[in-house]
């Protein structure tokens, strides 16, 4: 089956830094979704990407499908960016990572 | 924000009995499904929904059953709930796209269940 790896597994910047996170696969998909996990334990829908580039706001996404990658940038990071990201693909199953739990200090 | 409510939020109970969630939508959306999360594990599919009264297992669906007699409501039950179904669980839901491709994934806010 598919493999999704992320990385990096843990990241722990600055506020005001800017972060890449990093979600390869292993095969083709039909699509790829960028979810965050706030300390709260909501999982939150931040891009629905099978391909291309995606902004909103501070975030923002890029799928190169051809290459198998997906990339989640965030810019001028915040405290209330800390929790895990995940990326999911899917090719009729929707296959998880095991996710970039992300850290940011005041 | 999707349209998704999980009942009850917080539940704490004894081995041997039986458990109900409910998962209730909004947004007419064809597939829902229940996850379980643990530390170390992340998210792993229980069982899934594609229509009313249409269900199918996951990769963790032993001692749970679910039932959907309504687009909206996704029910999971535990039978006979044990210690290792102390978890969170997490509704989502997703419409159908062309060629049968899942579209995009929303979450529920989760269900917090002890089993003691």
């Known amino acids: 089956g598919i493999q999704v790896e992320q990385s990096p597994p843990d990241l722990i910047l600055q506020e005001g830094a800017n972060s890449t996170l990093r979600c390869n696969f292993s095969d083709s998909v039909n699509n790829l979704q960028w979810f965050h996990q706030n300390p709260w334990g909501q999982l939150i829908n931040l891009f629905y990407?099978?391909?291309?580039?995606k902004q909103n706001g501070r975030l923002s996404a890029t799928t190169v499908a051809t290459e198998r990658y997906s990339l989640l940038y965030i810019s001028s990071s915040q405290t209330t960016d800390s929790g895990v990201y995940f990326c999911?693909?899917?090719?009729?199953?929707?296959?998880w990572g095991a996710g970039t739990k992300l850290i940011i200090k005041p | 924000d999707a349209g998704i409510t999980q009942s009850p939020r917080h539940k704490v109970t004894e081995t041997g009995t039986p458990v109900t969630l409910r998962c209730h939508q909004t947004e007419n959306h064809r597939y829902m499904y229940w996850y379980r999360q643990d530390p170390g594990h992340g998210l792993r599919l229980i069982h899934y929904s594609y229509g009313v009264k249409d269900t199918d297992k996951g990769e963790v669906s032993d001692g749970y059953s679910v039932s959907r007699s309504k687009t909206e409501d996704f029910l999971l039950t535990l039978e006979s709930a044990t210690s290792s179904q102390t978890s969170v669980y997490f509704c989502a839901i997703s419409d159908s796209l062309a060629g049968g491709i899942t579209g995009e994934l929303f979450f529920g806010e989760g269900s917090r269940l002890t089993v003691l």
């Open positions: 999911a693909v899917t090719n009729y199953q929707l296959i």
């Open positions: 990407i099978p391909s291309g580039t």
